[in-house]
């Protein structure tokens, strides 16, 4: 027990001066200011989307009628698996990392999330990883099976080069990033929030993303599991998935879509999350049915490890099994529609002022709607048998990915965006944007349930004539040309407002929650005072007063600008778990060169094992203990409670 | 739930004969089998359930945008407003609920009702999954009555026939749609279906899951004739080739056999036992060639056999830069084997 | 106390645990994920074999058994030496640790030894594949585990651990546990569980 006593001002300067990251190349590659890692992945992110959008572009080339040949079989098969790789894995999660990453401590009252160098560490690794897997695309030798990759066509004797290796090392390597980013952040919700910010007062976006982190957390092993098999089948002659020596291929669908059903959920929760955040802002009014958006969060979080089967229902499974996970599939609609009918209630309920973050969201909840009830249909085994496999299911994953991915993302970046920068994006090329994104993505890939139910199979470089899907895959190759022209408007007008755009001020949306009660962009040590919670939108208590959702009467109200300064170098508050009652102060670490170290030699070790180096993948290890060590030694790890 | 599927019948069927009529003919809605009806109903369902869903929450949007655009109010003011908890019981959880209830009880009794024939099968169809065509075996009661062909499934009309899967090299899945809807063919296992179609007629199938770089070209035809013609074909099928009947054919023969095409294909009654290609004892017999890159035409087969790589890069069957002469015979005795 | 409030004052404490702490724990939860998915592969593959399995007859017990008993033992070394200086005594602390090490080290060339001895390679089919991938993924986290013990003997042999203060020592003990109690799944799967069959 210990109480902290009142001194006069905040000492800004002291705070600034402990928290700012040293200038010149060490602090930009020792930092582990939760913003600048923030913004990191953000921009890393975005560059892999648009690397996955132009290899998207060229197979719609390919495909804009029958019978072309503007790709080799070859050069397809590569390019449909980067593509697909790209965005499941190097753009869809770590965009949201990067948003998490940035706004979560602004939003929970803290100075840093709870292990700032790990949090580096997840950034480097993220970045090498995909430098590893696109030195793959630079060598001519990507990954060509297909993102989910199924045994044995990536077995040596179908597929000999070294495209799977990349794949099976890139994915292992970037599981080392994504898990240690999850555990950072279910880290950070359990011990740094601002004192009073109980469960009940936590932004769904942060339920969002702590969920995501924990189905990380257990389902990612699934598939470092399923690509050690694929690596060590290929390099030491052991056998997991080759039938002819008691390998099953099943055995790699299983384990993939053990990993990859929970991750489907992994990338689009945090997005609903960020909506969740939007619409009240937007609407003028808190979340409709709050307790019901955050638990049917956590429910699609743990009923999405009990759906794997639907991915396999052609493989010969028994009817039993079958009709079980065919009804799960369908239950889980369930908390979508919740979240779905939250959101329209706030509409109407509220009075949406339509900003450009708000088109977005609309737009996304009518794409939600369609990529849900396509995936209902998915979940009828019997018409499952005829859709799974075409182009009926593109257009379903499309519509789940960027309508619950990308559409929220970009809404996110109009939100947030002045937060960061302390620029405001513009309005007038938002709506541009907004309608030249809305009507190309519904021009592209609506057509594609068309495409699939009239019997394209997905992944084929090109189809005959006399199939008939000529003209819906001009339309479709149309559509995508527009969508590409809106993210170019996108990024357009994010290079824009970083030169010409109206100063954002604090709080631009006038929003309830506490990531905009500090200046934009955001001094270093985030809050001057660590704020006191007393209810979910602490910025609105003086208009809302006792109506705050969250508060409890006779607690008072939240206190923003006054509270503890916590100025004895890089401190913050260790807050219990359920009631974030304050239980230590906490010392952060210092910028460190490590995690930048560690992820070099992962990514040697990496390279020395795609192409057979073992001196180099050995040179590597040897370099990852000794960073670990040296991470390690620190007082601070040694000490790290203080009572 | 079936008589809604009955009643939805007709305008499947309408979609249907534009499928026969060669316009689309992999389309998933356009069925004649007994499996691929129900699946079709099931589907029809599935659709006009997920667009009136839609049409539903994109209305609620767009009002809710109208709404707002008469009611302007300070932008920064912020209102408590109505709990708005019946719109979530009702709207996410009690309507959706009896929807997705509806949906499972059609999809659970739908897959009893295609799980299996209610007749015993009136023959047994063996289908090879390879990179990249289809192996069809009718396994007789002995080496002479066995049948083997390729890309090309003939079936007696109005009978259920069953197929086992198989393959040695990746995944292929064998999917018919307007018969029935996809069985992955999965090394190391043997999967069963069956199709039954309902009307005389040539159904197009396709291989439903990535396979490596000739995916794209990996279509079959299940071709459903009379009881009797199928008989018929089954004897024609089962016999040897028969014997060059002209100077032309035979010289064909001499090539066949000593160009290398005997190391991977066989012709039944020449001596030939090659297996890694289809077998071409009755080639001229098919509709099609590379497993339905090409229609089976003459000048197809010479261009197929100069140029495989060229029209289907990756396959096993080389290009043969044969002398024209020794092309011309050859084609010309791959015509006769009828 | 020198940080400080203006305007208010804050009550701290209570009991709770440090952010590291819970880091370990969660690092903890998803390698018993991944033991729990290697696991899965070999009962999965193992009701899809159509051949032994085993393939030569359930695997003897003469070495992994005793080596079982040396793990559970250096667990337990480690755990007296952590209640050791949770009494202030740093002697024990230290000898507790330097045990668990020595056992662990048994343990790992043990392990080596019975590698050695098996009658099938990590190619002769799937079982011999997932035997020596499992125990080389535990071997693996034991050596990880080892590591972690020096690191930390070093730091008690500096002295570096109090009674209150020991976080280090409490997260390399929760991982040495870990990797000890994955064992036992990991033994009574691959040696037990096929003698039950």
Not at chain 2, 116 to 145: C, D, F, L, N
Not at chain 3, 116 to 136: C, E, N, R, V
Request: include cysteine; aromatic fraction near 12%.
């Amino acid at each position: 027990m210990a109480t902290l006593a009142p001194i006069a001002t905040a000492p800004l300067e002291r705070l600034h001066d402990t928290w700012e990251a040293r200038p010149g190349l060490y602090g930009i590659l020792a930092t582990v200011d939760h913003k600048t890692i923030g913004k990191r992945y953000l921009v890393t992110s975005l560059i892999f989307l648009v690397l996955g959008g132009i290899e998207a572009l060229i197979m719609r080339a390919q495909l804009t009628h029958a019978n072309a040949h503007l790709l080799s079989p070859g050069a397809y098969d590569q390019l449909f698996t980067m593509h697909g790789i790209t965005m499941i894995f190097w753009y869809a999660s770590p965009v949201l990392s990067g948003f998490s990453n940035y706004i979560w401590p602004l939003m929970l009252g803290s100075r840093d999330m709870a292990y700032p160098r790990v949090n580096a560490l997840s950034y480097w690794t993220f970045l090498a990883s995909g430098i590893f897997i696109y030195t793959a695309l630079c060598i001519g030798q990507a990954p060509n099976a297909g993102w989910f990759a199924y045994a044995p066509m990536t077995l040596r004797p179908f597929d000999p080069g070294l495209n799977m290796d990349f794949y099976a090392l890139g994915l292992i390597f970037l599981t080392v990033s994504t898990t240690i980013g999850a555990i950072n952040f279910i880290g950070t919700v359990m011990k740094m929030r601002a004192p009073g910010m109980s469960l009940n007062r936590l932004p769904i976006f942060v339920y969002g993303t702590m969920t995501a982190s924990f189905a990380a957390v257990f389902s990612l092993p699934a598939l470092t599991v399923a690509t050690t098999y694929l690596y060590f089948e290929r390099h030491f002659h052991m056998h997991f998935f080759d039938a002819a020596q008691g390998g099953s291929p099943l055995l790699w669908q299983h384990l993939f879509w053990m990993f990859g059903h929970p991750w489907v959920y992994i990338i689009v929760l945090p997005a609903m999350g960020m909506v969740s955040e939007m619409v009240p802002t937007f609407c003028r009014r808190p979340l409709v049915a709050y307790p019901y958006v955050a638990m049917s969060t956590i429910a699609t979080g743990i009923i999405g490890f009990g759906v794997w089967v639907h991915h396999m229902f052609a493989t010969g499974l028994p009817g039993v099994s079958m009709s079980f996970f065919s009804g799960a599939s369908i239950i889980i609609a369930i908390p979508s529609a919740i979240a779905v009918f939250a959101w329209i209630a706030t509409m109407w309920l509220g009075t949406p002022v339509w900003k450009t973050p708000m088109m977005f969201v609309a737009g996304f909840v009518v794409r939600f709607v369609i990529g849900g009830v396509s995936g209902v249909v998915t979940a009828a085994v019997p018409f499952d048998w005829q859709v799974t496999d075409t182009y009926f299911v593109v257009a379903h994953i499309h519509y789940v990915l960027i309508g619950i991915n990308v559409f929220p993302v970009v809404a996110a970046f109009y939100y947030w965006m002045p937060k960061m920068t302390g620029r405001m994006m513009s309005e007038t090329l938002g709506k541009w944007n907004f309608w030249t994104m809305f009507i190309g993505f519904n021009l592209g890939f609506f057509p594609m349930h068309i495409s699939g139910l009239l019997g394209m199979p997905r992944r084929v470089y090109t189809y005959p004539a006399s199939a008939g899907w000529g003209s819906v895959n001009l339309i479709t190759t149309i559509g995508s040309a527009v969508f590409a022209v809106g993210v170019l408007l996108f990024v357009i007008n994010i290079f824009v407002s970083l030169r010409r755009g109206a100063f954002a001020g604090s709080n631009p949306w006038h929003a309830g929650t506490l990531e905009w009660a500090m200046e934009s962009p955001p001094p270093p040590y985030n809050f001057a005072v660590i704020p006191i919670i007393r209810s979910r939108l602490p910025l609105w208590e003086d208009q809302l007063g006792d109506e705050t959702p969250g508060m409890i009467p006779g607690e008072g109200h939240s206190h923003v600008s006054e509270g503890v300064v916590l100025a004895e170098g890089r401190e913050t508050f260790g807050t219990s778990p359920l009631e974030a009652h304050p239980l230590h102060v906490l010392h952060m670490p210092e910028d460190s060169m490590f995690p930048f170290l560690l992820a070099v030699a992962m990514l040697g070790t990496a390279y020395g094992l795609v192409f057979s180096l073992w001196w180099l993948a050995i040179l590597g290890g040897i370099g990852m203990l000794a960073c670990l060590i040296g991470w390690l030694w620190p007082r601070h790890l040694v000490t790290g409670e203080r009572a | 739930m079936p008589r809604l599927s009955r009643r939805l019948a007709p305008s499947a069927g309408a979609l249907g004969s534009c499928a026969l009529a060669g316009c689309t003919p992999l389309n998933v809605l356009a069925h004649d089998g007994v499996t691929g009806s129900r699946e079709t109903g099931l589907g029809w369902f599935l659709v006009i359930v997920s667009c009136a869903v839609i049409c539903i929450i994109t209305i609620l949007v767009l009002v809710a945008y109208a709404r707002s655009r008469k009611r302007r109010t300070r932008d920064d003011a912020v209102f408590a407003g109505s709990s708005g908890v019946p719109w979530v019981m009702w709207g996410g959880v009690v309507i959706p609920g009896i929807v997705l209830l509806l949906t499972f009880i059609f999809t659970i009794g739908t897959l009893d009702a295609v799980a299996a024939p209610t007749r015993s099968p009136a023959a047994t169809v063996k289908v090879i999954g390879h990179q990249w065509w289809w192996e069809v075996r009718y396994e007789g009661t002995g080496p002479s009555h066995t049948v083997v062909t390729a890309n090309e499934i003939h079936v007696p009309v109005g009978q259920p026939v069953k197929l086992e899967l198989t393959t040695n090299d990746v995944i292929h899945s064998f999917w018919v749609p307007a018969l029935a809807g996809k069985t992955d063919i999965i090394p190391g296992q043997t999967n069963t279906t069956w199709i039954e179609a309902r009307h005389t007629g040539v159904f197009g199938g396709t291989c439903g899951e990535y396979c490596g770089a000739q995916h794209a070209h990996m279509q079959m035809r299940v071709i459903a004739d009379s009881p009797g013609d199928f008989q018929k074909w089954l004897a024609d099928e089962a016999a040897p080739a028969a014997k060059p009947a002209d100077p032309t054919a035979a010289d064909g023969l001499r090539v066949f056999m000593t160009s290398g095409c005997a190391n991977c294909h066989t012709i039944r009654g020449t001596g030939s036992g090659g297996g890694v290609g289809p077998d071409l004892t009755h080639i001229a017999s098919r509709t099609t060639i590379a497993a339905g890159t090409l229609p089976n035409t003459q000048a197809n087969l010479m261009g197929w056999i100069l140029a495989a790589q060229a029209i289907k890069p990756g396959s096993d069957m080389p290009s043969m830069p044969l002398p024209s002469r020794d092309l011309q015979s050859l084609a010309a005795y791959l015509e006769t084997l009828r | 106390m020198t940080s400080v409030a203006y305007d208010r004052t804050i009550q701290l404490g209570g009991e709770g645990r440090a952010p590291g702490w819970w880091a370990m724990v969660w690092t903890i939860a998803t390698e018993a994920a991944l033991f729990g998915f290697l696991l899965f592969s070999f009962f999965y593959l193992g009701s899809q074999s159509r051949s032994a399995w085993p393939p030569d007859g359930p695997l003897k017990l003469t070495l992994s058994l005793p080596n079982t008993i040396l793990l559970i033992l250096s667990s337990i070394a480690y755990m007296w030496g952590e209640r050791g200086i949770r009494a202030g005594n740093q002697e024990r602390l230290r000898l507790g640790l330097f045990i668990a090490f020595i056992l662990g080290l048994a343990f790992i060339i043990i392990q080596g030894i019975e590698w050695s001895k098996q009658p099938f390679g990590a190619g002769d089919g799937a079982f011999g594949s997932l035997f020596y991938t499992i125990t080389g993924f535990h071997g693996a986290h034991v050596i990880i585990g080892l590591c972690m013990n020096v690191l930390v003997q070093i730091w008690a042999a500096r002295g570096t651990f109090t009674r209150e203060s020991h976080l280090a020592l409490t997260n390399a003990g929760m991982y040495w546990h870990f990797v000890d109690i994955v064992w036992l799944f990991v033994f009574s799967s691959l040696y037990i569980s096929p003698r039950l069959g």
